[in-house]
């Protein structure tokens, strides 16, 4: 575990914390007067390898080969010229801190952070952080990296759990959840039901990669909740009919694919602590992965079931209420259009003619009913 301190007088900003991989949705805007909960799980941290925020340049500005430099391959509205190895962490873990009320500003219903730094070390003044706890964002706090240090703090962290482990465990994560409003709006419940942020934010990731590795053929993926959050933007974007390649479920607790699978791209999950990407044995080593957030790989993977069983007495742990099932959502899938960008624009194959018009296309508005 680890413990960071500021870096000009040691203060102790947080508490003892466990790395993980960065969410998929990060850095997701998801709607309008949204509030979303908090992005990182208590104890725990994660680092942005990359640049994020303030202060941005304009693409414009950029010289020859700064872009593909730092690993974009096509042009974004801006990058950030911020220090690269930002971490983030859950607010209730921070210690140490007060805010910096001149830097509160900029925000629709709450902190953005972008006026830079908005928290300092109580001890010594030193900006060391930004809160975010703004509509539309993922509340969060993020340590500025050339403002803190990391310190080893009591044991070291157990060895992150086996791929059988975490299927065992079967943390999933719903396709559907209650999305919560500022002020009641919307509903007069406060909340409305609708597709997970943290779907359509994985979606977003690897729908990118799935355009990628189609070669710019049309792609076959499983019936189920694949289906519903896949086919609908591939059959759009890619041309029909043959020759077609085949996208599948893979991972652990799924048979193993044979060499007469007739699989080319898989959708495999990622590891919640190391941030690593399943990868299979044999035959089918050589199809193209396409990653999953672990929770939503599970549940596409192995669905829960939705109808609830009748009981008499008391009700098991196992067995759902019988109340009405939750509405559905009123709109069709729809991947997220930042997350997708973002990781199209990083992968070299959007240099490819073809690819590199869909993502015009993106900018242009042309695919709105799908993102």
């Not at 202060?55 to 690993?71: H, K, N, V, Y």
């Not at 299927?167 to 002020?183: H, M, Q």
């Not at 602590?273 to 193209?288: D, F, L, V």
Request: proline share 13%; with cysteine.
């Amino acid at each position: 575990m680890f413990v960071f301190v500021c870096a000009r007088c040691d203060a102790e900003l947080t508490t003892p914390l466990s790395q993980v991989a960065l969410p998929v949705h990060a850095h997701q805007q998801y709607g309008n007067g949204i509030q979303l909960p908090v992005l990182m799980e208590s104890g725990t941290f994660a680092v942005d390898p990359e640049p994020w925020g303030p202060p941005w340049r304009p693409w414009q500005e950029l010289g020859p080969g700064e872009a593909e430099a730092r690993g974009i391959h096509a042009p974004v509205h801006a990058l950030s010229d911020g220090a690269p190895g930002a971490v983030v962490i859950a607010p209730g873990d921070v210690r140490g801190t007060r805010m910096i009320p001149e830097r509160q500003g900029g925000s629709c219903c709450g902190l953005d952070g972008s006026d830079g730094p908005n928290m300092a070390c109580a001890a010594c003044g030193l900006p060391v952080a930004s809160r975010v706890d703004d509509c539309s964002a993922w509340q969060a706090v993020w340590l500025a990296p050339d403002a803190v240090r990391r310190l080893p703090a009591g044991d070291a962290d157990p060895a992150p759990l086996s791929w059988e482990e975490l299927v065992e465990e079967g943390e999933s994560t719903p396709p559907l959840e209650p999305i919560a409003t500022w002020g009641g709006k919307r509903s007069e419940t406060g909340h409305f039901w609708s597709w997970s942020p943290r779907w359509e934010a994985a979606a977003g990731r690897a729908l990118a990669h799935l355009l990628a590795a189609s070669q710019g053929r049309s792609v076959t993926v499983p019936d189920g909740l694949a289906a519903d959050v896949f086919r609908r933007a591939l059959d759009t974007l890619l041309p029909a009919g043959p020759p077609q390649r085949r996208a599948v479920l893979a991972g652990p607790g799924l048979p193993a694919l044979d060499a007469d699978a007739d699989a080319d791209i898989l959708l495999v999950p990622v590891h919640p602590q190391t941030g690593r990407t399943w990868a299979p044995a044999g035959p089918a080593a050589s199809a193209c992965p396409v990653p999953l957030p672990l929770g939503v790989w599970l549940w596409m993977a192995f669905p829960q079931p939705g109808a609830p069983r009748p009981a008499t007495g008391r009700l098991p742990h196992d067995v759902l209420r019988d109340d009405p099932p939750p509405p559905r959502p009123t709109s069709l899938f729809r991947a997220d259009r930042g997350t997708f960008q973002n990781t199209l624009v990083r992968l070299p194959a959007v240099r490819r003619p073809w690819l590199r018009t869909i993502l015009e296309s993106l900018a242009e508005d042309r695919t709105s009913s799908l993102f």
